[in-house]
């Protein structure tokens, strides 16, 4: 694990995205609320924040960090088929939130695949990344290629 102790605290943020790609039926079951096991978006919102407070059990070497906040939202795209993830965390400390954003989308997808793949097994997960990270050593970082 790095040492971090001699790091001032600061107010960090990171803001991951990531998708989750399926037929245009399972997308409309899925945003209708109608999915056989319920409603995928709002338990896969749960899951992920539930994820980003346990980064540090299920990543070895992240420091466990006084989460402030952790929002999980949804964008429906049915041109593409997808559903789009965004995931913010924000905490003030000593090191960055960036895998704490990226496990939020992370399993938000998983969460997803997993309520919806009775309907549809051939989801596809993808596209994780980090778009925006705020405060540090290094300072603010934006993902200039992000549409």
Known sequence: MVGVGHKPDTVRLAVAKGEVRMRSETLRLI????????????????????????????????????????????????????????ATARCTGKT??????????????????????AVEKTMEIGRIRLVTKTGGKSGDWKREDDA
């Open 96 to 117: 960055g939130v960036e895998m704490e954003a990226l496990t939020a989308v992370s399993v938000a997808a998983l969460t997803i695949y997993d309520m919806a793949k």
């Open 31 to 86: 945003a209708q609320g109608e999915a056989p096991k319920g409603d995928v978006l709002n338990t896969a919102r749960i899951a992920g924040i539930m994820a980003a407070k346990r980064t540090h059990e299920l990543i070895p070497l992240c420091h466990p960090l006084p989460l402030t906040k952790v929002d999980v939202d949804f964008a429906i795209d049915p041109d593409a088929s997808r559903v789009v993830i965004t």
